[in-house]
């Protein structure tokens, strides 16, 4: 079975500063997706960035970006010039077709401090 | 931007009660999700329904669940006697097919209180 492991329950950065969040998985699959899913307090799921397994090159959406490891199957986000509004839980989630759902890490709150 | 819609936003019920939840999908898309969030917990998945019957389904998912589409728009999940540990965030989430299949679209949820 595939699992998300999120290690770090909570992280804290400074305004305009830069954060990096952890996510590792298992999985025997080879083609599959990893994403990054934000809950601010509302706790509606909004996607962040996503990666496709099969790309070597790591995905990046504007302040967001990911260091995408496959082969220590390390998925981390990389928050730049960090905002007020960044501030939320965020959620790794992987992908494969074969069961065609999304599993989810248990999420790091991220604070961000003036 | 088309989106998903869930309602109601909250809903509180008595335990043993028979709760529907409701959710239109985006109207292009083919797949159809449940997923639940206990509060402080992770999302779950729950159920995922295809072509009018479930394609998969977790041990979570259990008789006192179903869901259904009713019509060309609307996807439910029922719970039929509510339990007080079923008090959660419920999120809808609906995708194309295919390849599109892992893009899924989250609703804004329905916020699930037993007492």
């Known amino acids: 079975a595939q699992t998300v492991t999120q290690s770090q329950p909570e992280m804290s950065v400074q305004e305009a500063e830069t954060v990096t969040l952890s996510c590792t998985y298992d999985?025997?699959?080879?083609?599959?997706?990893l994403f990054w899913y934000k809950q601010p307090p509302s706790r509606q799921m909004i996607l962040v960035i996503r990666q496709e397994a099969y790309k070597q090159q790591n995905a990046t959406e504007n302040r967001f970006s990911v260091n995408f490891q496959k082969a220590a199957k390390s998925f981390s986000l990389k928050i730049s010039d960090s905002q007020l509004g960044d501030a939320a839980m965020y959620f790794c989630?992987?992908?494969?077709?074969?069961?065609?759902?999304?599993?989810f890490g248990t999420g790091t709150q991220l604070k961000v401090e003036l | 931007e088309p989106e998903v819609t869930q309602t109601p936003s909250h809903q509180v019920t008595q335990m043993g009660q028979e709760v529907i939840l409701r959710c239109v999908p985006i109207s292009n898309h083919l797949y159809f999700y449940w997923y639940r969030q206990i509060l402080g917990q992770k999302v779950e998945f729950l159920v995922s329904?295809?072509?009018?019957?479930?394609?998969?389904k977790s041990e979570i998912f259990d008789d006192q669940f179903s869901v259904e589409r009713p019509d060309g728009s609307n996807f439910t999940l029922k719970i039929r006697s509510t339990k007080l540990e079923d008090s959660a965030m419920y999120f809808c989430?609906?995708?194309?097919?295919?390849?599109?299949?892992?893009?899924?679209?989250f609703g804004p949820g329905t916020r699930l209180t037993v007492t």
């Open positions: 999985t025997s699959e080879s083609d599959y997706y």
């Open positions: 329904f295809y072509n009018n019957e479930i394609s998969e």
């Open positions: 989630a992987y992908w494969t077709g074969g069961g065609n759902k999304l599993t």
């Open positions: 989430a609906s995708s194309g097919g295919g390849r599109s299949s892992y893009e899924q679209y």
